[in-house]
């Protein structure tokens, strides 16, 4: 690949911690604690093993000196940086991120440019290997959350504050660059921001045109852009700026030998003056119009800029070698890997053009927490990434084994690459859909050629559940009932295997009468043994995932403390039997089998759960009797189609345990719903299981924890959530 005459490298794939210090008010949101990786040298050995060049890696002013440089701790840093050297990952070393610095300065500090310097020659000095550095990440993007939205320290909500923040960091990584190169003249800046594109209704094109402009302050700063003349310079002076702090980056370019842009589906904007279509937490303005800011992926006909249109626009700017340094989704697994595979496309079609990008960073490798509020709340959110730090190691996900091929130089081959993402999709849209002309993302809709997932239970629960939240999703399916494939034949299943070419099955069937089960106990041990059986044999031979369920009922409840994966079974009734039976003998015929145990379903989506029962009967004012003392851990049935369906596509085997946190006894679940519904308990009949007159023996603690993964929200939220669907429904 060349530009001119010049030879590019090959694009390489580069990876980051999510890694931010922030403050609100008085106190510190640290992501390295969050996530752990402050205590896990080791992690650094899962990250070499995905193949990435280079990582962007925080060794932060607020974790080595908070009490300043003569009481610095280097020793985290020293024994990270070293072992990343031995594994021959390059550090792309950050200094402050999303920060404002220990607690005796701050982004509005006159000195905090030459005290961050002061830190940044410290590390060189330290470091004197290390060849890149981000003494600032995303300097625009802080100062906006900083010292304009008033979320982070020190909480401005003004121009001056904004364009004091602003300047202070550019300033900070000008001087921190100059003070590295006095110990590593060859040091390289990679310099990061948040890059999205505003969008406008005609009315408010001025102010999409302002924000347009206001993008690359950050950039035109340090490569010495601001003069007089540029659209900016005016715009500064109003927010406080003088003349001659404006004149010093003039002075003293720093442009960056690598641009680093991110970008986000909630990056691109779109303002509307039409307020009355949208939610008023959107609702905003200027001083001269009301407006609303909402994202352009949920407006705009033509979709979102994109990574290619925006790389583009960067490279025209300021003709500089380019990279993505942060590549990160919060959604469904599917759709992380259809974000970073779109991102990478890009990036290899601009350097076809003769654009110099040099790397696509896999951002957040351990994920994040309560992003969702922009880290101004500590209530423990967690967004997996390439890593899902629920397990008790790091687990690596789907999205691990699509960087270790792109790594290596292969082009990744899951069928549910060939579905576009949702941001491609006619559902995106959540509000009227405007044209708003120019660059166009397309809509795209699915392939009817790509491999779908098989999955056998058309007329059951879980089975139209796995349907509904695949076409939701975005993930090819084909619902199959007895009469399309009967898993008791094996005839059958192998002819429909070899006509549909699934890329897993899903078995979503089975025997689920309990009592029944007790007089027909032929009947369960076939449909339940057999049948997986069957399947499971097919899928190997036919080279297929497969994913089937077992139950909380292969346990005796002699416990008092959650059975985990590792716990023996010990079945009371035919039914568990039958369960616990199928289990070994799927894993027996198949070991890539995923075998998910779980729990008393309740969901919005059918009318037949003890949840709705319950409260239809209590609601109609009739009789309801549950057991006061069979201890359950209640499964919210989308929740549980989700995490399967994750646990599946990042290949995931053996026995899992899937249910909501929490315990509680089904009278006491009955009670719950009733109180969140609103509706009278007086109804409501609490009885000893030995006394409800049910045939087969039931134990009476079947809670379901997990040494595997805790994936499942908790209870409290589920029912929260069942409220919502189940109205909507």
């Keep these: 690949m060349y530009v001119g005459s010049i030879a590019l490298p090959l694009l390489e794939v580069w990876a980051g911690v999510e890694c931010t210090v922030n403050r609100v008010g008085d106190e510190y949101f640290d992501q390295l604690e969050r996530n752990g990786h402050a205590t896990r040298l080791d992690d650094l050995d899962l990250f070499a093993q995905l193949g990435i060049k280079a990582i962007r890696y925080p060794v932060l002013w607020e974790r080595i000196a908070p009490n300043g ?4 701790d280097w020793s985290w840093a020293d024994e990270r940086l070293g072992r990343l050297r031995e594994l021959g990952i390059n550090p792309i070393v950050g200094l402050v991120h999303h920060g404002s610095g220990p607690r005796d300065t701050s982004l509005v500090d006159p000195e905090f440019p030459e005290k961050l310097a002061l830190y940044a020659r410290a590390v060189a000095q330290r ?8 003494p600032v990440n995303e300097p625009l993007t802080t100062a906006r959350f900083s010292g304009m939205y008033g979320h982070w320290y020190p909480h401005g909500r003004d121009g001056l504050t904004f364009g004091r923040a602003l300047l202070g960091q550019c300033r900070g990584v000008a001087l921190s660059m100059k003070a590295i190169r006095e110990v590593n003249p060859n040091a390289q800046l990679v310099q990061t921001d948040d890059l999205g594109k505003i969008y406008s209704t005609p009315k408010l094109a001025y102010q999409a045109e302002f924000e347009n402009e206001r993008r690359w302050l950050s950039f035109d700063l340090l490569c010495g852009r601001i003069t007089p003349t540029h659209p900016m310079w005016e715009y500064l002076h109003k927010c406080g700026i003088s003349d001659a702090e404006l004149e010093w980056f003039l002075e003293n370019p720093c442009s960056p030998d690598i641009i680093g842009i991110n970008h986000y589906l909630t990056s691109d904007r779109f303002l509307d ?11 905003g303005g200027n001083e001269k119009h009301r407006y609303a800011d909402v994202e352009a992926v ?10 290619h249109f925006l790389l583009k626009e960067a490279w025209e700017r300021y003709g500089l070698p380019l990279a993505v340094t942060e590549a990160y989704l919060h959604c469904t697994r599917e ?6 595979y779109e991102v990478w496309k890009a990036a290899l079609q601009l350097r076809d053009e003769g654009v110099d990008v040099r790397a696509v960073t ?18 423990g959110y967690y967004e997996s990434g390439v890593f899902d730090l629920r397990s008790p190691r790091p687990r690596p996900t789907a999205i691990a084994k699509m960087i270790r091929h792109l790594a290596a130089g292969h082009e990744p081959k899951h069928p549910l690459l060939e579905t576009p993402g949702w941001w491609h999709r006619q559902e995106r849209l959540l509000y009227p859909s405007v044209s708003c002309g120019g660059q166009v993302g397309g809509e795209k809709t699915s392939p009817t050629s790509a491999s779908p ?23 090819s399916y084909h619902l199959l009932s007895r009469q399309d494939m009967d898993i008791l034949d094996s005839a059958s299943v192998d002819a429909v295997l070899a006509e549909l070419k699934p890329w897993a099955v899903v078995n979503a069937a089975g025997y689920v009468r309990v009592d029944d089960a007790e007089r027909e106990p032929h009947v369960c041990l ?43 079974v010990a079945p009371l009734n035919v039914y568990g039997c039958s369960k616990a039976l199928a289990e070994k003998l799927v894993l027996k015929l198949n070991p890539a089998s995923l075998i998910i145990r779980t729990s008393a379903f309740f969901g919005p989506w059918d009318d037949y759960n003890f949840v709705t029962i319950a409260l239809r009967q209590l609601s109609a004012g009739n009789t309801f009797v549950a057991a006061k003392d069979g201890i359950v851990s209640p499964t919210y049935v989308p929740d549980l189609v989700h995490a399967s369906l994750d646990l599946l596509i990042d290949g995931e085997c053996g026995l899992w345990h899937l249910s909501n946190k929490g315990e509680i006894a089904w009278a006491d679940l009955a009670r719950l719903a009733a109180k969140k519904a609103g509706v009278s308990v007086s109804n409501l009949i609490a009885l000893p299981t030995r006394e409800l007159g049910l045939i087969a023996k039931r134990p009476t603690y079947t809670v379901l924890g997990s040494n595997r993964g805790e994936l499942m929200p908790y209870l409290d939220s589920a029912i929260e959530r069942y409220f919502d669907e189940h109205q909507s429904f």
């Design 69 to 72: 440089l003569e009481n610095a």
């Design 127 to 134: 470091y004197p290997w290390v060849t890149h550095y981000t």
């Design 273 to 283: 003056e039409h307020l009355e279509n949208y939610p008023t937490w959107h609702h």
């Design 298 to 307: 949920r407006v705009r006909a033509e979709g979102i800029a994109g990574h």
């Design 335 to 340: 759709e992380q890997l259809r974000w970073l």
């Design 362 to 379: 896999a951002w957040s490798l351990l994920g994040t927490y309560d992003w969702n509020s922009l880290v101004t709340r500590s209530v």
């Design 453 to 475: 997932l098989a999955i056998v239970g058309a007329t059951g629960t879980l089975g139209s559940a796995f349907a509904r939240l695949c076409e939701l999703r975005g993930i």
């Design 526 to 568: 076939q449909v339940n043994v057999e049948g997986p059986a069957i399947l499971a044999a097919a899928c190997a031979q036919h080279n297929v995932r497969l994913l089937t369920f077992s139950s909380d009922l292969v346990f005796d409840g002699t416990v008092s403390n959650p059975y985990v994966e590792s716990h023996a």
